[in-house]
């Protein structure tokens, strides 16, 4: 399956006939940071320089990780606020990447809104990380080390130094520790989800709920005769 990126706006047709065994990745961040520069560095190894767009844009690729070929869908938006952003966007991903721009903190300082808007969605248990693009730019640097540091303790989130013009080895190590961590994260979840709809597991679950009830009750009626 070659590379295809599609410039037009990502509808929702495009993003639900995915599997949801397959890597969907949703990333974010305001225009001009180089989501769409890495992207397609990490998919091609080419670099397209500056290149951003206002729509939304669904990147689908076969690569392989660790000797096996596996099939990825890279959502490619413009953050502008948690309103016109869609909450299917969030349902679908497996995973989601935050870019900033190393030489832009607006950018960065924009993240806090955006995890907000993921945390709000109940989107924390999803593999979460945010690349500092234009790691090259050393000069121009205006978010240190220990302020992106801080904000992904903060957050519990994966955390990577790029740039998308200097080096294909940085940004395909980024996003292929983050493909790793979502095909972990997808794994304990359906083992999980098969674990919750096994009828000798839910019934211990009941009779534990139950226990616990009745526990409440008695304590309850204790103190209410105190």
Known sequence: MPFHKDPKPATEEKIQKHSHKEVNILILGIQGVGKSALTVRYLTKRFIGDYETEHESLCSHVIMIDGKPLSIHILDTAWKDGACMKDEYLLWADGVILVY???????????????????AKKGEE?????????????HRKQVSDTEATQFCAEYNCLSFDTSASDSYTDVSNAFNTIIREIKLNNKKREKLNKLMHN????????????LKNLAEMKWRSRTSTM
């Open 199 to 210: 009828p000798s597991v839910l019934a211990k679950l009941q009779i534990r709920q139950s």
């Open 126 to 138: 999803k593999v979460i990380a945010v690349i500092g693009n234009k790691s090259d730019l050393i």
């Open 101 to 119: 721009s190393m030489v832009d903190k607006s950018s960065f300082d924009k993240l806090r809104e955006i995890m907000e808007w993921i945390l």
